[in-house]
């Protein structure tokens, strides 16, 4: 029912800044809660950032807080993810997600059913 395909992944430096797209396909996009996952080499994927099915509800991870904005826009069926402050802890591959928990800002993965392939992120010291 829903297509995701991210994309802006790259290779910056330390303190840099970076934004990733994801651009959803299907009819049930603008009931589904909308989230960033990432996963680095040997670890687990962790939660990043979720919004809700209108964009009026976010949730973020502590250790992205205040450096990461979630943004959603139905009308285009894009959610973006802008990225600041990057360090080389970010260094991972990012992937856009859409939830089968309708209504909220789901934080667990267990709570995703449709994903994108994903987009590497490299940040260098």
């Known amino acids: 029912q829903v297509q995701l395909v991210e994309s802006g992944g790259g290779s910056v430096v330390a303190g840099d800044y970076l934004t990733l797209y994801c651009v959803a396909s299907g009819r049930t996009f603008n009931d589904l809660p909308m989230g960033w996952f990432r996963q680095a080499p040997g670890k687990e994927r962790e939660f990043v950032a979720a919004v809700n099915w209108n964009g009026g509800r976010t949730e973020y991870a502590n250790f992205v807080k205040d450096r990461f904005t979630i943004i959603r826009n139905n009308a285009m069926n894009t959610v973006i993810l802008q990225m600041s402050g990057l360090t080389p802890e970010d260094t991972a591959v990012y992937y856009c997600?859409?939830?089968?928990?309708?209504?909220?800002?789901?934080?667990?993965?267990?709570?995703?059913?449709?994903w994108g392939r994903g987009t590497q992120v490299t940040v260098s010291s």
């Open positions: 997600a859409a939830s089968t928990v309708l209504g909220g800002a789901p934080t667990s993965s267990e709570q995703y059913y449709y």
